[in-house]
């Protein structure tokens, strides 16, 4: 067996990093009463049920059941192995790790893992190296600075240039003892299919590295110096690279959304990097594809209003509105910035200066339905009259599908005073134009699933009085080893729920060690990720401080109340069927056994 993480290591990790900065990088809390609440970053939510508390250093879900502690919530949300969340919180805080010997096969993988960043974060600065400091790339930085790129940037956002070799990196990796299979795997190199050789993935481009969201490099976007195909090249699909899931630019930007909550989103990382030069400091681009529904909620952890900015050709505007759809889904404000024809926000910049774009495009961007209301007037003859019809009829179905009455009638309003309409009537054709689309969404839903999902630990109906007793023991056992001794003593492990009697056991031995209550040093002791989700259901119950030996003693009798009661029930099945037998003998037998189980429960 090799080297471990010492468990006082661990532990120390684990009190040193609060979990209320944790989770408050990914949600968005507020205080309400002695714990703090937001949207539930593992399901979509509207009204926030993901509680924190920094007291008992735990968090739970009381939608979707979630639970855990510091560890577990990384573990959970970015997917990391154990050894990958402890790692990743002993860099919060400095701590130094050992090295790992002969590691399982997790560990194993969480290795490989970080071996494939170390390769990127390597070669990151070795292309940035090249670009600012050696004749390979002096072609490429001159391209840089007369596109409007200052060395501050090019520093910045770690531009570099990877040289037209076959082997330039291939060779430097090698030399360094880096496995190439690894390297192909990251993403770095390719493999010739007739040999068997590993070539540089990217060759001539002027490399952009892309990072996680700990600002850990796991990939690469590459522009070709010149003429050639692809024009970008971006790293493919990786253990450790998600395109869906990643947002450029997003580590460094999200202080700064934090603060403002407003996020930018462009359709690139050149418009990010010129952005920034304007001033604009929490932009973030998506990666060559479609902005997804884990991009989205990415964002929504973060802000409440997204400004889309993207190019102003007929596929920009359509992203635009796909991208402005999902926003909307995961309950953000959205607003939409109007780029002249032909231009990208790049070009603006370059052309008009950052103050411009500052003011007129970001400062200037309209609400979605104001956008669909331009754009929609663009290449119609408004004075034609079948035009102007047209162009009314649809923008009253835009109109219906807005979700606020308020809304829905400002924008009637307008229509009516620019057009010299009356109210009613166009209240009346929107009205019809809702009710067209609502009869159309009931015939598509009604062979879909309709009944919502069902969270675990959703409180369904009253509990049973012994089901109750022992979550209230649980919950002031896991506060108070005195408490935890007396339940010990009166009932042992006898609880009438298989997981509560897990949980008692765990507990047991946790206290025998001579530990202190410690929930969230608890749960690294219980492996069983139910069990773990049901412990931090526990330590949430809203309990009286302080129990009395009476109301202990009640509760413990309830708990063995149960198993007699069942046992009366199996008796009373026993006695009927004696009865429909006309065995009268074995029928008063049974009933004597039941008065005497009956007198023993009130004992």
């Known amino acids: 067996m090799g080297a471990r993480i010492p468990e006082e290591t661990i532990e120390r990790i684990q009190k040193s990093n609060d979990i209320l900065e944790v989770v408050g990088e990914y949600v968005q809390l507020k205080k309400q009463g002695r714990n703090y609440f937001g949207l539930c970053p593992f399901h979509n939510e509207n009204t926030p049920s993901f509680s924190v508390s920094s007291e008992k250093q735990i968090y739970r879900c009381f939608g979707c059941g979630k639970g855990g502690n510091v560890i577990s919530f990384l573990m959970e949300?970015?997917?990391?192995?154990?050894?990958?969340?402890?790692?990743?919180?002993?860099?919060?805080?400095?701590?130094?790790?050992?090295?790992?010997?002969t590691p399982n096969q997790n560990d194993q993988a969480s290795k490989e893992k970080e071996t494939m960043r170390e390769g990127h974060g390597l070669l990151a600065r070795l292309y940035h190296h090249c670009l600012t400091n050696t004749e390979y790339g002096q072609k490429a930085k001159e391209y840089l600075l007369n596109r409007g790129f200052t060395e501050e940037m090019i520093d910045h956002f770690q531009i570099g240039y990877a040289p037209d070799s076959w082997e330039f990196a291939t060779s430097f990796l090698h030399k360094r003892n880096y496995s190439l299979a690894t390297m192909q795997e990251a993403g770095i190199l390719a493999r010739r299919e007739f040999d068997g050789k590993y070539f540089d993935r990217f060759r001539n481009?002027?490399?952009?590295?892309?990072?996680?969201?700990?600002?850990?490099?796991?990939?690469?976007?590459?522009?070709?110096?010149?003429?050639?195909?692809?024009?970008?090249l971006n790293s493919p699909e990786t253990k450790i690279f998600h395109k869906s899931k990643s947002l450029y630019g997003y580590h460094m930007a999200r202080p700064v959304m934090r603060k403002e909550d407003k996020a930018i989103l462009f359709e690139g990382y050149v418009d990010v990097i010129a952005a920034w030069k304007a001033g604009l400091t929490n932009g973030v681009a998506t990666l060559g594809t479609s902005l997804t529904e884990e991009q989205a909620r990415l964002l929504s952890r973060n802000v409440t209003t997204v400004i889309i900015c993207y190019d102003s050709d007929q596929a920009g505007i359509n992203a635009a509105f796909r991208a402005s759809e999902l926003i909307e889904k995961v309950n953000c404000n959205v607003r939409i910035a109007q780029m002249p024809q032909g231009m990208d926000p790049d070009d603006y910049i370059q052309k008009h200066g950052g103050d411009r774009f500052k003011k007129d495009v970001i400062g200037a961007s309209l609400t979605v339905m104001a956008f669909k209301m331009q754009f929609m007037r663009r290449g119609k003859n408004l004075q034609d009259e079948g035009e102007r019809m047209r162009y009314i009829e649809e923008i009253l179905h835009e109109i219906a599908k807005l979700p606020k009455a308020v809304e829905r009638d400002h924008y009637l309003r307008q229509l009516a005073d620019e057009f010299n309409l009356s109210l009613d009537a166009l209240k009346q054709q929107q009205y019809q134009a809702f009710m067209d689309q609502k009869r159309k969404k009931d015939k598509d839903g009604r062979n879909r699933e309709n009944n919502p999902k069902k969270y675990i630990g959703q409180p369904s109906r009253l509990l049973p009085a012994f089901h109750n007793a022992e979550r209230i023991l649980l919950a002031h056992m896991l506060k108070d080893v005195s408490i935890a001794e007396k339940v010990e003593e009166l009932l042992g492990g006898a609880f009438n729920i298989d997981e509560y009697s897990a949980i008692s056991a765990y507990l047991y031995a946790y206290y025998a060690e001579g530990n202190t209550p410690d929930?969230?040093?608890?749960?690294?002791?219980?492996?069983?990720?139910?069990?773990?989700?049901?412990?931090?259901?526990?330590?949430?119950?809203?309990?009286?401080?302080?129990?009395?030996?009476?109301?202990?003693?009640?509760?413990?009798?309830?708990?063995?109340?149960?198993?007699?009661?069942?046992?009366?029930?199996?008796?009373?099945?026993?006695?009927?069927?004696?009865?429909?037998?006309?065995?009268?003998?074995?029928?008063?037998?049974?009933?004597?056994?039941?008065?005497?189980?009956?007198?023993?429960?009130?004992?």
Not at 80 to 94: H, K, P, Q, W, Y
Not at 532 to 552: C, F, G, P
Not at 569 to 590: F, G, L, T
Request: net charge negative; proline share 3%; glycine share 6%.
């Open 519 to 603: 929930i969230s040093m608890f749960l690294e002791r219980i492996d069983d990720q139910r069990l773990k989700q049901v412990v931090t259901e526990l330590a949430m119950l809203t309990i009286n401080e302080d129990i009395s030996d009476q109301e202990l003693y009640d509760y413990v009798k309830q708990v063995k109340k149960y198993p007699k009661l069942l046992e009366i029930q199996e008796r009373e099945k026993d006695k009927k069927r004696a009865e429909r037998e006309q065995d009268m003998v074995e029928a008063a037998r049974i009933a004597m056994e039941i008065v005497e189980l009956k007198k023993a429960l009130k004992s």
């Open 205 to 232: 481009r002027i490399m952009f590295p892309i990072w996680d969201s700990q600002g850990k490099n796991i990939a690469f976007g590459g522009r070709i110096l010149g003429e050639g195909e692809p024009k970008y």
């Open 77 to 101: 949300l970015e997917g990391f192995s154990f050894i990958e969340a402890i790692r990743n919180l002993a860099d919060r805080i400095g701590i130094e790790l050992p090295q790992l010997d």
